[in-house]
């Protein structure tokens, strides 16, 4: 093998595929690179298992061949060489020797024989959003994921497909994060269960603008998102997804309108008076032109009031502070909404539009002041 | 104690404080911060037993007082109030409230009759230098302190004042930093040991600005540095300091002049090859009119030739990456100096003006390449 190409363009390939190499795997050939010089393409490929990615970088061919190197390593002298034209030569032996300016360095190589391959993924059905909207989308449902792996299905997000609508849902038994994004044609229906670690590794690589694409293929096992010059593949998880809807109503006994960044910072306040690990509480005691944020502990206590619009019954609610900050921070309007029936119900942070809603189930709390 | 104060105030002053609060101790008292308010000033006063901190911050005063809160506790509130005005009261049972807008914080106070309070020092000698060169000559000289309190001498900065000059020195029995300094006016001669960590915390507080002073007062036993609305008070290290200066002569056999970022960035990149705790030493060739920085190990191997104007003997040298890369960084010239005896000698790195002189010791290597 033999190629040179641009500091940048290696350095930017190499900085994606190392999003799907393991940290720790007990095949340690998923821990290299490889870079995979064919058909006037020079492809770089990383796997997990789980998920894997090939992207492609442009570069001069002088001989095709195949090469594993420490992922680590390899990105790591690269990311030190100095900026401009860089050389890849593999000898017989394997070693790789790369070459910039006046340096040259001798690194050990693999064959790459026993390197797991990333599936092939037939590409018959997909949709298409923009890498702006899908990341977005990731940033907005990601944290209600769950990280115990007991339930599989909790670890998921939802994209669920309907005609010209897609429905993105997380949910880990405390909360609920929906988000709904209008397609621009009509797809069969299908729901996706796809692992919140490929969307979160997927999220670091979309570079998020409005004007690029991302194809999205899936088939009964896989699901594969193509962009820019890289294709990342995940296994999906299998299995039926919550009937999460049946919590829905369009009733209420109370509902307030106030402004998001307050409310956020307050309850951030509130946090400070919580010990680690402790699920101490914050109170929301709903008035009627003001609410009040209260926590109390052994460590002081606070009170905050904060203007409102308020209809229906006032209301004393508490909430895990940590489950109210994280819907919260995702949303970008200035004033929200907050549906609510009585203490132990669910609320809803909903906007007219239904473009999001964040169910939260409230705690328990101590009613005496 | 009753006074108002602006958020801006009060933080910049609790972040300075902060700086003297212990992270852990015996004497749980020294967690807090203590707030003095008296004869027209409000103070906020901390100490580690080493190094004690008191700084004054400006403010209306309804009542004078004194309490202590715990430092993590008072400063995470602050920092997370709205910006605006403050105003903190403290109860007969010590409990403090502080109020900004609509919010109310009640946190639990101490008396603080047991915080050891800073000691007094004289203000007979001292010197004045700029908090630019202060905050500069640290950064220059304080990674070469020993972090192994075993000698406790190697854990200080000597500050050698000297008629109009000041010598900043720090070793660590394997390489010296020295920075000379002129002052702009004649002082008794005094030799002052202070602690590292005691600068590398008050180099955190300077602003760094050329215009504004530091005047830094000494005692037998302490130093006490006074800038903006602050003063710090450290013990000296007590002893006598190593005759380093024995190590120098005018006589070398080879000397080089080559470009510092290139110099710097290849042994960087020399690094990578060398396992953490593993101490492989990079290995300089020098020829007629180029070095070669070398490394070889089980990870790789790396060649680099840098271009240098060379004069005297031809030499191969090795040294541990880690020592010439700390002195490269901190140096500011764009072509630096390097003078050799042989490869069992220490290696200087001095200007002309000698306004810095680094010194680095050789290591052993095996000269099979």
Known sequence: ?????????????????????????????????????????????????????????????????????????FSDVIRKLPEGDISIEVKDDLTTTIKCMKLKFNLPGRSGDDFVMLPSVKKDESITISQFTLKE???????????NDSNKLMTGILFDIEDDKLKVVSLDGHRISIRNIGLRKQYNNRKLIIPGKTLGEISKILSGEVEKEVNIY?????????????????????????????????????????NRKSFLESIERATLLAKE????????????????????????????????TKEGNNLQIGFNPKFLIDALRVI??????????????????????KKYTYIVLPVNFNQVR
Chains 1, 2 share one sequence.
């Open 332 to 353: 970008d309007d200035e004033e929200i909404k907050l549906y609510m029936m009585n203490a132990k119900a669910p609320c809803f942070i909903e906007d007219d539009e």
């Open 137 to 147: 989308v990731i940033r907005q449902t990601i944290f209600s994921v769950s990280d």
């Open 218 to 258: 899936y088939t009964d096992k896989h699901v594969l998102f193509e962009f820019d010059n890289t294709i990342l593949v995940s296994r999906l998880i299998e299995g039926e997804y919550f009937q999460y809807n049946q919590m829905f109503s369009e009733k209420y006994d109370t509902k307030i309108t106030i």
């Open 1 to 73: 093998m033999k190629i040179s190409c641009s500091k940048s363009e290696l350095l930017n390939g190499v900085n994606i595929a190392l999003k799907a190499v393991p940290n720790r795997t007990t095949m340690n050939i998923l821990e290299c690179i490889m870079i995979i010089v064919e058909n006037g393409s020079i492809k770089l490929i990383s796997n997990d298992t789980e998920m894997g990615i090939e992207t492609t970088i442009k570069g001069n061919i002088t001989e095709n061949g195949i090469i594993a190197l420490d992922a680590k390593l």
């Open 277 to 308: 690990g402790d699920k101490k509480p914050v109170i929301i005691g709903i008035e009627d032109d003001a609410i009040e944020v209260r926590m109390n502990s052994t460590i002081g206590s606070l009170n905050e009031f904060i203007d409102v």
